[in-house]
């Protein structure tokens, strides 16, 4: 394996980190900037927005460097970004340093993926892709409960300055280790967003915000539902976002294999029990016991319709080979800025911190719908094209 793929897989470890740690530390931000947990959920919801945001400006951008260089300016803005956060004096100063983290995420995944890929045997291109991609999986089982860890005991501006000299490691990562490739001849940007105009292109891209912002509107508000309805103490939340992690990497894992074989039974099937856990969340979050199990298994069911998510884009947006992977990227983290906010409404609107479990079940559930419509559309030229040769044939 080249080592070229670990510089990578670094480099995701450390977005992946910034991104899902914010999330435990929640009620330790709101409190030292003096705002409530809600408006401290807007650190989530924009860091998702920034990724929406950035995703297509950065990869336009990249196709005008050469991808190495590419990737170093993504990591220099990482680590900028994540250093604003840890020093902010001001709630808006930490949400303006997420946000500059943030445009660095989606053209980091989108042009790693195509690096990645270059690195290695055309037979093995999926495998390095893979190989990239865990270092944001690890980052959920390993990175961000250590980072909540080290929040909850040393200080919240400590894990983003370990975040930082991550973002650091990685950056000395590729300039050392990836290799110098062509770069790009250019891109027909109105080409490729012409796939867009496709109906089937924007219901899976629909569906990846409705279901997998299911997953975030729980999750966002774990630390204070966990603290002030389950009973847990401040550390155990960090053993449920291990759980939720581990979660993760199964149901990835297994959503992967599934959706190749089956995609649309396996998106309805993903998509139903997901929706179905998180509305028992709002009951199972008054035990322990039950409440850890939900965890893990929000985490499972959630990234198990990534794979299918993502295939499902990517068969649809054919004509947009270059930017579908950021733009679903994109995609995703839309759906976690929608929930987070709306999540946080519940909250302030006095509905309590198991609230935004049902508006998580009601995105999941919507994303269901969509499927259910995707297919039966996609159905319809194939239930359709025997009409023409059955009225035709009376006529000579």
């Known amino acids: 394996m080249p080592l070229a793929l670990l510089a990578l897989a670094n480099g995701a470890f450390g977005i992946g980190t910034t991104e899902f740690v914010i999330m435990g530390l929640l009620p330790q931000v709101a409190a030292e900037f003096g705002v409530s947990v809600p408006t401290a959920g807007l650190l989530v919801t924009g860091y998702a927005l920034g990724v929406v945001v950035g995703a297509l400006p950065m990869t336009v951008l990249g196709t005008r460097l050469s991808r190495k260089r590419m990737l170093m300016l993504l990591m220099a803005l990482f680590v900028a970004g994540n250093l604003v956060s840890a020093t902010a004096p001001a709630f808006e100063v930490m949400l303006a340093g997420r946000v500059i983290a943030s445009l660095a995420h989606g053209a980091f995944f989108g042009i790693g993926s195509v690096v990645a890929a270059e690195l290695v045997a055309p037979e093995k291109k999926a495998g390095a892709i893979a190989t990239m991609f865990t270092g944001l999986t690890v980052a959920n089982v390993v990175g961000v409960p250590l980072g909540t860890l080290v929040g909850q005991t ?160 990517l068969d649809q947006a054919q004509g947009a080979p270059t930017l579908a992977s950021a733009v679903n990227i994109g995609a995703f983290n839309l759906g976690n800025a929608l929930s987070a906010w709306l999540g946080g409404l519940v909250i302030a609107a006095g509905f309590g911190y198991t609230a935004p479990n049902w508006v998580g079940a009601a995105l999941a559930a919507s994303a269901l719908l969509l499927a259910v419509l995707s297919a039966a559309l996609e159905r319809r030229p194939a239930a359709s094209a025997p009409a023409v040769p059955v009225t035709a044939a009376p006529r000579p």
């Open 154 to 313: 040393a200080g919240w501006r400590v894990t983003f300055a370990i975040v930082a000299a991550l973002g650091v490691a990685g950056l000395a990562g590729i300039a050392l280790l990836v290799p110098e490739l062509p770069r790009p001849e250019g891109v027909r940007l109105r080409h490729e967003l012409a796939a867009f105009r496709n109906a089937q292109v924007l219901l899976a891209m629909a569906m990846t915000v409705l279901g997998f912002g299911g997953v975030f509107a729980a999750v966002t508000y774990i630390a204070p539902m966990a603290t002030g309805v389950t009973g847990f103490a401040e550390s155990s939340v960090t053993w449920l976002l291990v759980l939720f992690g581990l979660g993760m990497v199964a149901g990835n894992l297994i959503g992967g294999r599934l959706a190749d074989r089956a995609l649309m039974p396996m998106l309805f099937a993903s998509l139903g029990a997901l929706a179905l856990v998180l509305a028992a969340f709002t009951v199972t979050a008054h035990g322990k016991a039950a409440a850890a199990v939900t965890v893990a298994l929000i985490g499972a069911l959630g990234f198990a319709t990534v794979p299918p998510l993502q295939k499902r884009v």
